[in-house]
T-cell receptor, first 115, second 118 residues
Framework: AQTVTQSQPEMSVQEAETVTLSCTYDTSESNYYLFWYKQPPSRQMILVIRQEAYKQQNATENRFSVNFQKAAKSFSLKISDSQLGDTAMYFCAFIPYSGTYKYIFGTGTRLKVLA | DTEVTQTPKHLVMGMTNKKSLKCEQHMGHRAMYWYKQKAKKPPELMFVYSYEKLSINESVPSRFSPECPNSSLLNLHLHALQPEDSALYLC?????????????????FGPGTRLTVL
């Protein structure tokens, strides 16, 4: 079975500091996408960053970057210079190329950025 | 533009009411999805439409009836709901990548409809 595990239910970070959210997954597939989505209290699921498994280079989007370790099946999200607007629930998600339509979501990490 | 819109934002209904949720996207995506999300949980997939045809029904009770009138619109018709159906209902859309399964491209979510069933 394919699973995604987020082992940190809640985290907090001081404004302007750096925080890393962990995500591990289990699959026998070789080609897949990994995603981090952010869901602030406003409810909308917002794509933060996407990684294709065949790409060795870690994806970055402004203050957000990932550490993708394919062999270890690890996909952590680093947020630099944390801002109050980063306060949200963060979901890690996985989907293989192979014909399944369904995102496999982790249980989420609630991040609070403190002023 | 990566916008998916949903109306209404909030909906309160009784167990005997009939109501509909609406979702719209203008990104040219040919796959659209309905999800149900309970508080502090990840979204749960309900339905998938591909090229306006229902592709996947995740064993959703018949009191939820999806409809895809055209490639930009997705509706969810609600009838005789139960209080446990109260949740956030999210719509999403994505490209359909050739050579890959439906939904294997990035899904873009709408802001959701907060449904309360009394």
């Amino acid at each position: 079975a394919q699973t995604v595990t987020q082992s940190q239910p809640e985290m907090s970070v001081q404004e302007a500091e750096t925080v890393t959210l962990s995500c591990t997954y289990d699959t026998s597939e070789s080609n897949y996408y990994l995603f981090w989505y952010k869901q602030p209290p406003s409810r909308q699921m917002i794509l933060v960053i996407r990684q294709e498994a065949y790409k060795q280079q870690n994806a970055t989007e402004n203050r957000f970057s990932v550490n993708f370790q394919k062999a270890a099946k690890s996909f952590s999200l680093k947020i630099s210079d944390s801002q109050l607007g980063d306060t949200a629930m963060y979901f890690c998600a996985f989907i293989p190329y192979s014909g399944t339509y369904k995102y496999i979501f982790g249980t989420g990490t609630r991040l609070k950025v403190l002023a | 533009d990566t916008e998916v819109t949903q109306t209404p934002k909030h909906l309160v209904m009784g167990m005997t009411n009939k109501k509909s949720l609406k979702c719209e996207q203008h990104m040219g995506h040919r796959a659209m999805y309905w999800y149900k999300q309970k508080a502090k949980k990840p979204p749960e997939l309900m339905f998938v439409y591909s090229y306006e045809k229902l592709s996947i029904n995740e064993s959703v009770p018949s009191r939820f009836s999806p409809e895809c009138p055209n490639s930009s619109l997705l509706n969810l018709h609600l009838h005789a709901l139960q209080p446990e159906d109260s949740a956030l209902y999210l719509c999403a859309s994505s490209q359909v990548s050739s050579g890959r399964g439906i939904g294997t491209d990035t899904q873009y979510f709408g802001p959701g409809t907060r449904l309360t069933v009394l």
